[in-house]
């Protein structure tokens, strides 16, 4: 057990729809990382935020947005969903936002579009 | 931008065998690295990294990686597989403090 809790484990919903996706940090980590998962593209960063202000962003679509909450807990929400944004959503998360952090993972939200 | 390539996708191995993941990176300043693990249907797990103390690094459940600059590589070892080990294996660079990660290589453990 990494500390960092996602909910929900798994979702099912319709093209078009909104889900939010939803995180915790391990106690006492300021930094939340959101990553997705999927067959074709493997294992990609989609922002970072700490201590509620956004730090990094990667390759996060324009309906993709997220934020970081004054209790450090975050929300990846995903809006006008399409089939190929089915995929594994990891959130994870360290103490601080500078290289060599151990960074610890969820266990995922896995998000089917059908 | 910093990135890392792992060579080889699937890697099968029998029980008891040396194994070996390679990875090699591609950065323009001291890299911090990261071996990551995912059993099915689970989460990544660290099972080392490197962060310029040692070059040889020793992780969980019998891993080690070796940092070799002139060859710019960070390859996860362990000598002798077990059943268990049987997962996805991903290693990865530090950016800014995020991660950017290599394809990954899935291990088989034959028995």
């Known amino acids: 057990d990494s500390g960092v809790t996602q909910t929900p484990k798994h979702l099912i919903t319709a093209t078009g729809q909104r889900v939010t996706l939803r995180c915790s940090p391990r106690s006492g980590d300021l930094s939340v990382y959101w990553y997705q998962q999927s067959l074709d593209q493997g294992l990609q960063f989609l922002i970072q935020y700490y201590n509620g202000e956004e730090r990094a962003k990667g390759n996060i679509l324009e309906r993709f947005s997220a934020q970081q909450f004054p209790d450090l807990h975050s929300e990846l929400n995903l809006s006008s969903l399409e089939l190929g944004d089915s995929a594994l959503y990891f959130c994870?998360?360290?103490?601080?936002?500078?290289?060599?952090?151990?960074?610890?993972f969820g266990e995922g939200s896995w998000l089917t579009v059908v | 931008a910093q990135s890392v390539t792992q060579l080889g996708s699937h890697v099968s191995v029998s029980e008891g065998a040396l194994v070996l993941l390679r990875c090699n990176y591609s950065s323009s300043v001291p890299p911090y690295l990261f071996w990551y693990v995912q059993y099915p249907n689970q989460g990544l797990q660290l099972l080392l990294k490197y962060t310029s103390a040692a070059t040889l690094v020793k992780g969980i459940n019998g891993f080690e990686a070796e940092f070799k600059k002139s060859e710019t590589s960070f390859h996860l070892t362990k000598p002798s597989a077990h059943m268990s080990d049987a997962a996805e294996y991903f290693c990865a660079v530090s950016e800014s403090g995020k991660l950017i990660f290599g394809q990954g290589t899935t291990l088989q453990v034959k028995p």
């Open positions: 994870a998360s360290s103490v601080l936002d500078r290289g060599g952090n151990t960074i610890y």
